[in-house]
């Protein structure tokens, strides 16, 4: 996953090791400038995404390193990184979260980490854990209200706030909404949120997972069905939609829905009405839609395993929720509460931290919350999860 160390050793006698400093908030870029002086560092400031670019192509940057702060005003954080590393690949890259002031050495790190980097986050944090208290964003304490976090999520990355900003937005309204993102990544979280925060809130929230349900009893949980219509079934019974009249209807899942079914689930959306199994008539429902899938729906249309129709119904209103890869600056937020949350008075060492900021995430928060699970586990009854602690 990291570089090659001899990419990163740098001779002490050579000339201030470059540090590009990338972040929209003027008082992040000022106290790092201050603490980070000459002969040993040569900081070069950057306000946006762009900005980083230019400074990073004019100044060269092969033996340097860039202090990111992922709020950027005009690039995606995951996208800058995927810049950096094309056209910068000698580039260290130094997650900062400058509500914390943590410094995290990312994915892309050479292992075992040089010294001179080990000497910035000392330097920047004045202690060997790397925190300087944070900083105070210049927002007005209205904006910081609109973007706390929903309901059992946490981060204050950019991505995130937006997709809660997307969330608040949409829940006032009956609009269909498609959640989408990677397995573990929080998307039933979103969910449950629109609901509560919606007017149907004091009506049911039914959850139907179309992975879970064999394609055989799905059409007849979904929908109902009449004494009589199949074998077994010996009294009529209304399925999960019509369960979830006047409230909301969570279809997770959704790309693993059969093909078979999607016809009639579309007509249930455009018509509001369902028909049992065996049975005749329509029955008028009032239900609120959200879907949610970690599959590429229109690669599933491409393989005609998807209609495109249904698709386009179901996300009038898309929400994508990032992996965590591209949130890391929420990583040490994410490890502290899950870490109250299992062992209360625990801490997370600085070299634990590293550990978990070097790995990649693929099962993303959760994922990242059975490790922690773990480690609370076997500290024992020492305060400090170390290294040791840590299995991923």
Known sequence: MGMPVSQFVRNEDRAPINVFVVSSNLKVRETLQGKLVLPRWNVIEAGSGAGALEVLRKHGADDGVLVLDPMLPDLDPGEFHGMIKTRFPNTQVVTLNA?????????????????????????????????????ERETSPSVRTERNNLRGMIGDSALMRRAYELT???????????????????????????????????????????????????????FGYTKGAFTGAVQSRIGRIHAAHGGTLFLDEIGDMPLSLQGKLLRF?????????????????DVRVVAATNAKLKDLIHKQQFRDDLYYRLSVFPIHLPPLRDRMNDLDDLAAEFITRFAPGKTLSHEALQILASHDWPGNVRELRNVIERATILVGLERDIKPEHIFL
Request: aromatic residues 4%; proline residues 5%.
């Open 269 to 285: 959306l455009e018509q509001g009405e369902v028909q049992r199994l065996g049975g005749n008539d329509n029955l008028r429902v």
């Open 168 to 222: 608040r937005m949409v829940a006032l309204r009956d609009t269909t909404v498609l959640v989408t993102g990677e397995s573990g990544t929080g998307k039933d979280l979103v969910a449950q949120e629109i609901h509560l925060i919606s007017p149907r809130r004091k009506q049911p929230f039914v959850v139907v997972n179309c992975s879970a349900i064999p394609e055989s009893l799905l059409e007849a949980e979904l």
């Open 99 to 135: 509500r914390t002031g943590q410094l995290l050495i990312g994915s892309a790190s050479p292992t075992p980490v040089s010294k001179w980097l080990m000497d910035l986050v000392n330097v920047v944090g004045g202690t060997g854990a790397g925190t300087y208290g944070g900083f």
